[in-house]
Structures are given as structure tokens and as C-alpha cells.
């Protein structure tokens, strides 16, 4: 009897699943079985520049999926390492697979667009049936066309003449219940327990997944602890918690008036749960939805349906970008939406490198950055305006380092690193594309203050400052020096002095950027057409 097999990708999780629907609906009628399948690919987005913190998010992911299987299902997760082109016709034919189901990868990161045409091509050959249906994103990207507007208030407006709906989350329970037990537990799948940490049985060996493990032995990921726990039953429990119990917060909900240094949540902090699927962002739209309806509520773009417009925005945005040059969306060469600006690169010269290196370290001298990119490494999940601190100190704010290199940090910390949100956000906050304001520069003193004035959030993050004065919690330089002594920290022994003096580099960068645009404006070309799309 042929069987199915649904191949999760982006989607860990069994809400809103039609692919799945669909894969146990073919079983239903062909009497066959269904194959729940997860490929560890170390080469893929997720996983080729990866913290250990996010490593551990994915395999408490799939850890949740393969148990969630088993108790509703009887069934299990299949999880396999290596190329998916590699190791998925191996398993087509040992199971004699006749149709695959998977949630369409609409990101346009390079390698997941060529690991999918080369498996669509491969199912081809050995005729087998691909059913790849749009889960993770509102909508299809298609129906946006092929010439979404370059600013959000012009996609907004696109938005507001859209045809095709938002797409209804579909109904899991429809899922039918596995009632052979047998039904997919192929023990000859199974390895004896193995070292690494993943307490059931895969086709995983420690040798496949050390290149996952890219930053630290075992021994230390396993003693990581974190704030947020990956896999379903905690995104959907986070949604329940965050956004379900608090009807009015969610109505009133405006981005600019969150905190970047609240100690608990100011926002939803599901990102990372709908990164990986393991939450559906239809689900998190037509939650807010049911509560918009009870009351008036706050509008996009700083309201919670207006976040996840910016989420569709990002990603037609990467998706327009690589259509005209492929793989230009991440780097400034060729991305006909990237202004180009002379930036250093941390590999120019050593002073470079060392200002790069205590910035990702969270050793700036400035404690609210350092206290941002501490929590970075140290949780993976820090708050947008946090984000937007951090990037603009690295780029035009402070070190006038590229974007690029900043967004290679982000992507190898965050639990919620995105090929398109990323690359967006830091090209909008480097003012490289989208955003051009850059006489609006973040002060790394007075910013963190309008939140935080006792400086809670740095005395958690970086402990050298926690006795310090009030006073001086953001500037600690200033503090006498009978004072740093008396707190336990002496200003450039114990924490560092600030590598850059913030008043004289950004005005300086200031003139840098206003140089380049004007360069640029005269030079013409691409850069010039998206400085205009921006102005506009
Ligand atoms: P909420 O404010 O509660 O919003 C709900 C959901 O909307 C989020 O979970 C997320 O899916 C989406 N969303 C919110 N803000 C944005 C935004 N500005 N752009 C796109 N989608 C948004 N977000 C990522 O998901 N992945 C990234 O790799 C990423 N990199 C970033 C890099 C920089 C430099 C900056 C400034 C922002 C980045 N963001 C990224 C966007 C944003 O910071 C996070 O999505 C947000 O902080 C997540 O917190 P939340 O879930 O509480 O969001």
C-alpha cells in the first residue's frame, strides 16, 4: 500500500497543520500509512550559524512535536540528518512513499529555495505527488504580485485593496485520530539511546549533529537554561498567557510604548515560536481579531495586527529583492533596495575588529548596549527597541560598522532569526534602505533612562554595575573614583571604558551618511530609485 509522507519544515506544531490534514487524508482513503518526518540539515538557515541556544530551541521543538504525536496520535517524529535531497528519497523508497505534503518555505532565503526545487525535482522523477501549502505566512506572497510598494504605508494601502483573505486557520481536530498503534512506529528506525542529549530515538548520531553544535561542547549546552522553552505546548501557552488573558492590553497594544528594558515581557514574545511554526501566525492574527472585536483598538502600523503586517511586509521585500538579483537580500552588493554607504568591516584592520568584537561581547562601555547584547547571548529573545539600540550603536549610531556584520550576530543569537525580518530591520536601522532619518540617532545614555531610570535592566545584565549609584548607572565613567571603588567596580579595571566617545561619533556619522546620500543621489542607479521609494 503506498504511504504519505508530511516533511515539517518551518511549521513544528499540530494546530493548524493542512498539510498534515491533507497527508492523513490521502492515508484515509488509500488505507496507507503517514510518515511524520523532520530533516536535521546543518547547511540550512536555521542551523549554519547557530547559537546553542537556539539548537536547543529547535530540538525542544521537535522533542514536543514527536511527543505531542505520540500521545494524541500513537504515531511518532521521524527525525533523519543530513541533505534532504540526500536522505528523503532513502526514505521514499524504504517506505514506499507515493505523495510528500510540506509547508511551502515562502522566505526566499537562497539555500531553502534550491534545497526545494531540488527535492520538488527528485519527487518528480520518482513520481511522486508534492503538495506544498502556504502555513506560515497571512497570505500566499503570490497574491501580493510582483510589485509590492517599497514603504509600509504603501503596502498598507495594498492591503487595504487585497482580494484574497487572510487565510483561515484550519481546523487540527480534523485531523483523524491514529488508531493503529502500529501505525507509524517503525522501530527499525530507531537507534539505541544516543549521546547526545535527545532522550528519543532518532536516525541522529553525535557525529551528524556536532556541526550543529557549533559554539560549545555538549556538556555546556546541556546545562544551558532557558527563558524560553522551545516547541508548541509553550508558544501556545505563551499565546493563551500574553495575548488570549489580556483583551485590553492586546487592544491597546502600540509598539513605541512598550519597554526595551522591561525585566518581564512588554510585548508577545512569541516571534520565536512563529519563526519555527511552532505557533501559526494566522492563529496569533485571528486571536488579536476576536479581541479587536470587543472594543476599539489600536491601528498598524504600532498595533499587534500592524506587527505582523510588518512581518509580510519584510518578507515580500526579500522575496522582490532576490527576484531581481538572487541571494542580494542579506548583503549590500547588488540589492537594488540597499543605499550604499562606505562602511567598515570588522576585517579592515584590528581596531575594527576589536570595536566589533566588544560590541557582540556586550564590552562597549555603554551598560545599556552592554546590557542588550548580554541578554542577547545569554537568552536569544531581546525587546525590538532593544534591537534597534544595538544596531544603530554598531552602524551609523556610534562604530560606523556594516549592517552585514551586525546581522550575522542576530543571526547566529536570536531564537527568532529570520533571513527577511532580519536583514530588513538592520537595513532600515542602519537608515541602508527603507528608513533615512538619520539625524535620529539613539543615545545610548539617555534612551534607556525614559524606561528604566533606576537601571534595573543593566544592573541584571551587567552585575559589575550593580551597586552603582542611580546616578551613574549609565554613564559609570562619571562616578568618582572613592564611589567605583566603594561599588566594586573600577571604571576601566573591572568593566571597560566607553571604546567610543558617543557625542563626537555620531555627529561625525551623521555627516558620513548625509555624504553618501548625496553621492549616491548624483550617482544614480538602483540606490538612488530606493532612496526615492523610501522618501516616498
Ligand atoms: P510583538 O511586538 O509582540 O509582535 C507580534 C509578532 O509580530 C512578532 O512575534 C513577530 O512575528 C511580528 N513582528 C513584530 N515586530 C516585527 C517587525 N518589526 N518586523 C517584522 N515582524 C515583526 N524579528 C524576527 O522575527 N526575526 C528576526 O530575525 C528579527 N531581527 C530583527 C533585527 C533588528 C535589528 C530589529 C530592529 C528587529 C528585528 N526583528 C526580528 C523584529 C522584532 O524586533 C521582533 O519580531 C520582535 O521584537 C519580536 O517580539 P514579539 O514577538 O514580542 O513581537
Known amino acids: 500500500m503506498p504511504a504519505t509522507m508530511h516533511w515539517f519544515r518551518r511549521g513544528l506544531r499540530l494546530h493548524d497543520q493542512p498539510a498534515l490534514v491533507k497527508s492523513t487524508q490521502i492515508a ?17 538557515y536555521q542551523l549554519l550559524r547557530c547559537s546553542v541556544n537556539r539548537a536547543n530551541f529547535l530540538l525542544e521543538a521537535l522533542r514536543d512535536l514527536d511527543s505531542q504525536l505520540r500521545v494524541r496520535y500513537s504515531s511518532r517524529l521521524f527525525v533523519v540528518a543530513g541533505k534532504p535531497q540526500d536522505v528523503l528519497p532513502q526514505l521514499w523508497k524504504k517506505w514506499g512513499i507515493a505523495a510528500i505534503t510540506t509547508d511551502a518555505d515562502q522566505t526566499s532565503e537562497p539555500y531553502a529555495l534550491s534545497r526545494d526545487a531540488a527535492v520538488r525535482e527528485l519527487a518528480k522523477k520518482n513520481s511522486i505527488q508534492m503538495l506544498e501549502v502556504v502555513t506560515e505566512t497571512l497570505r500566499d506572497m ?14 498598507t494601502k495594498l492591503w487595504g485593496t487585497m482580494k484574497t483573505p487572510i487565510s483561515k486557520e484550519v481546523d487540527t481536530p480534523t485531523l483523524p485520530p491514529f488508531e493503529d498503534k502500529q501505525l507509524l512506529a517503525d522501530k527499525t528506525f530507531d537507534i539505541p539511546a544516543d549521546a547526545c ?30 527563558r524560553h522553552p522551545g516547541g508548541e505546548t509553550e508558544g501556545l501557552a505563551r499565546l493563551k498567557q500574553h495575548v488570549v488573558e489580556r483583551k485590553q492590553w492586546v487592544r491597546e497594544f502600540e509598539k513605541p510604548k512598550t519597554s526595551p528594558n522591561s525585566l518581564g ?48 511586509f519584510n518578507i515580500c521585500m526579500a522575496r522582490q529583492a532576490n527576484r531581481k538579483v538572487p541571494g542580494s537580500w ?17 576585517t579592515d584592520d584590528a581596531a575594527t575588529a576589536a570595536q566589533y568584537a566588544a560590541w557582540r561581547d556586550g564590552k562597549t562601555g555603554y551598560p545599556f548596549v552592554d546590557a542588550i547584547m548580554r541578554q542577547l547571548r545569554q537568552e536569544g529573545f531581546i525587546h525590538h527597541l532593544g534591537r534597534h539600540m544595538v544596531a544603530c550603536f554598531l552602524t551609523r549610531g556610534d562604530l560606523w560598522i556594516s549592517w552585514e556584520a551586525g546581522a550575522r550576530v542576530f543571526e547566529e543569537e536570536l531564537l527568532d532569526a529570520d533571513y527577511a525580518v532580519n536583514n530588513f530591520n538592520w537595513l532600515w536601522l542602519s537608515c541602508s534602505g527603507f528608513f533615512y532619518q538619520y539625524f535620529r540617532c539613539y543615545s545610548p545614555i539617555a534612551f534607556g533612562k525614559k524606561t528604566d531610570p533606576n537601571g534595573d535592566y543593566i544592573r541584571k545584565y551587567v552585575p559589575e554595575l550593580k551597586s552603582f549609584d542611580k546616578k ?34 555620531s555627529k561625525a556619522n551623521m555627516s558620513k551618511v548625509a555624504s553618501a546620500y548625496a553621492a549616491f543621489k548624483d550617482g544614480g542607479g538602483g540606490a538612488k530609485r530606493a532612496a526615492e521609494a523610501a522618501d516616498g
Not at 475 to 489: F, H, M, N, Y
Request: hydrophobic content about 35%; charged content about 20%.
Open 330 to 346: 542579506g548583503q549590500m552588493a547588488g540589492n537594488y533596495l540597499c543605499r550604499p554607504m562606505p562602511w567598515k568591516s570588522p
Open 142 to 155: 503570490a497574491s501580493y504580485g510582483d510589485h509590492v510598494p517599497e514603504t509600509y504605508g504603501g503596502f
Open 472 to 505: 551613574y548607572i549609565y554613564e559609570p565613567w562619571r562616578a568618582p573614583i572613592v564611589d567605583q571603588k566603594k561599588w566594586g567596580c573600577v571604571i576601566g579595571n573591572d568593566y571597560p571604558k566607553p571604546i567610543v566617545a558617543h557625542d563626537v561619533a
Open 28 to 44: 484515509k482513503e488509500t488505507g496507507a500509512k503517514v510518515y511524520p518526518v523532520y530533516v536535521l540539515d546543518p547547511d540550512c
Open 197 to 226: 542529549g535527545i532522550p528519543w530515538p532518532t536516525t541522529v548520531s553525535r557525529d551528524q549533529l556536532t556541526p550543529i553544535w557549533n559554539r560549545a561542547d555538549m556538556e555546556a549546552a546541556k546545562k544551558k537554561t532557558s
Open 265 to 312: 515581557f512588554s510585548t508577545t514574545a512569541l516571534s520565536m515560536y512563529i519563526g519555527l511554526g511552532c505557533v501559526s501566525p494566522r492563529r496569533l492574527y485571528w486571536e488579536v481579531d476576536k479581541i479587536y472585536k470587543t472594543g476599539a483598538h489600536a491601528q498598524p502600523p504600532v498595533s499587534l495586527h500592524g506587527q505582523l503586517m510588518w512581518r509580510e
